[in-house]
């Protein structure tokens, strides 16, 4: 399985900006769907967004659409969740996450069961 890494969480202002970033080592990222889930202190994990192979197409959770968007960059076996106008709200631990072999025709993957590889996560915290 590919091996995940997140990094760019942190402490930041309601109304800023952060850049997550996942790297994938150990497999081919371009063979995988990715994704992105946060979990925040005593509630379930939730979706956040997600991409295909190729990122042709992208899906997003209605409660961040329209402030986050979610990229690929397969020569430097990155994914990336860039989030603006953060809210309290969306204080959590981020986690990103992959399925190899999803096909790129297909609406990206959004359930937690889709996904076999996981990061350790990257804290962010909103500051009302």
């Known amino acids: 399985q590919v091996q995940l890494v997140e990094s760019g969480g942190g402490l930041v202002q309601a109304g800023g900006s952060l850049r997550l970033s996942c790297a994938a080592s150990?497999?081919?990222?371009?063979?995988?769907?990715m994704g992105w889930f946060r979990q925040a202190p005593g509630k379930e994990c939730e979706f956040v967004a997600s991409?295909?192979?190729?990122?042709?197409?992208?899906y997003l959770a209605d409660s961040v659409k329209g402030r986050f968007t979610v990229s690929r960059d397969n020569a430097k076996s990155t994914v990336y969740l860039q989030m603006n106008s953060l809210k309290p709200e969306d204080t959590a631990a981020y986690y990103c996450?992959?399925?190899w072999g999803y096909g790129s025709v297909l609406t990206p993957p959004r359930t937690i069961p889709e996904f076999n590889s996981w990061g350790q996560g990257t804290q962010v915290t909103v500051s009302s």
């Open positions: 150990g497999r081919t990222l371009s063979n995988y769907a």
């Open positions: 996450a992959g399925v």
């Open positions: 991409i295909s192979m190729t990122a042709g197409r992208v």
